[in-house]
């Protein structure tokens, strides 16, 4: 069992930067890939960003890339997610997740994930 707490998010002007955050409650090598999601209100969740723990493949929805960037800390216990160019677009909770070792799936599928965060709001007006 893994659990995991999100913090850092807030409301920004359109523009603005945030920096979210995802402790686990242990390494994060007791997962295959750690994810970041979110969900909008009356959308389906959906993936931001993932990163596979082990090595430094990194992945990003379409919608994030070159605005967003997921990263562990050195400790392995901790995983980020730098938010720049945010739009009320990006509005939204934000939830983190995390898998069991060789859980089959894409990143990006929710299903994939059996460990969720309770959530951070992120607004972004204009």
């Known amino acids: 069992q893994v659990q995991l707490v999100e913090s850092g998010g807030g409301s920004v002007q359109a523009g603005g930067s945030l920096r979210l955050s995802c402790a686990a409650s242990r390494s994060t090598y007791s997962s295959d890939f750690m994810g970041w999601f979110r969900q909008a209100p009356g959308k389906e969740r959906e993936g931001v960003a993932a990163t596979y723990t082990r090595g430094s493949n990194t992945y990003y929805a379409d919608s994030v890339k070159g605005r967003f960037t997921i990263s562990q800390d050195n400790a392995k216990t901790t995983v980020y997610l730098q938010m720049n160019s945010l739009k009320p677009e990006d509005t939204a909770i934000y939830y983190c997740?995390?898998?069991?070792?060789?859980?089959?799936?894409?990143?990006?599928?929710?299903?994939?994930?059996?460990?969720w965060g309770q959530g951070t709001q992120v607004t972004v007006f204009s």
């Open positions: 997740a995390a898998d069991r070792p060789g859980k089959r799936g894409s990143w990006f599928q929710p299903q994939k994930y059996d460990y």
